[in-house]
């Protein structure tokens, strides 16, 4: 990220008059500076840049970011699995038909205000999921999947 503080002599020269900057005319090309930031919009020079312990840290954040998002990923596969597995044996022993699937996903927009991904299609890919992988031999690779 760059952020421009003053514009050297020949840009200033070419400079419009509605992209003139306040406050750097008579300046000295010595005294224009341009800054370029990082991310965190400290400059670049800064020992955040320079330093490997930074580094160092910054990996063990992304690291740990990743691994939560894996037993996040993997804990959500396992409940869409669950799920699907409720509606498939409901289905099944034709205690529910399609009626039923479209009310379960109306009641939990109802009961759960602000959750996605239970609406009626989703529900029956759901019970696609577990109809798919039957077997316990999925729930139980999922722990062992996780870091």
């Not at 840009?11 to 300046?27: D, F, V, Y």
């Not at 379960?104 to 759901?126: D, K, S």
């Amino acid at each position: 990220m760059r952020s421009l503080i003053a514009l050297t002599g020949a840009a200033r020269a070419t400079a419009s008059a509605g992209e003139q900057l306040r406050g750097t005319r008579g300046l000295p090309e010595a005294a224009v500076v341009d800054m370029t930031t990082d991310k965190a919009g400290l400059p670049a020079t800064s020992p955040s840049t320079t330093d490997p312990v930074f580094a160092e840290i910054v990996t063990l954040i992304e690291r740990a970011r990743q691994r939560a998002l894996q037993a996040v990923n993997t804990t959500l596969i396992d409940l869409y699995w669950q799920v699907g597995g409720i509606i498939s044996r409901k289905i099944a022993a034709a205690e529910w038909g399609d009626g039923v699937v479209a009310q379960l996903a109306a009641h939990i927009a109802q009961t759960q205000p602000g959750l996605r991904g239970f609406t009626r299609p989703n529900l029956f890919r759901m019970r696609q999921f577990f109809d798919a992988y039957p077997g316990d031999d999925f729930v139980s690779a999922l722990p062992r999947q996780l870091p």
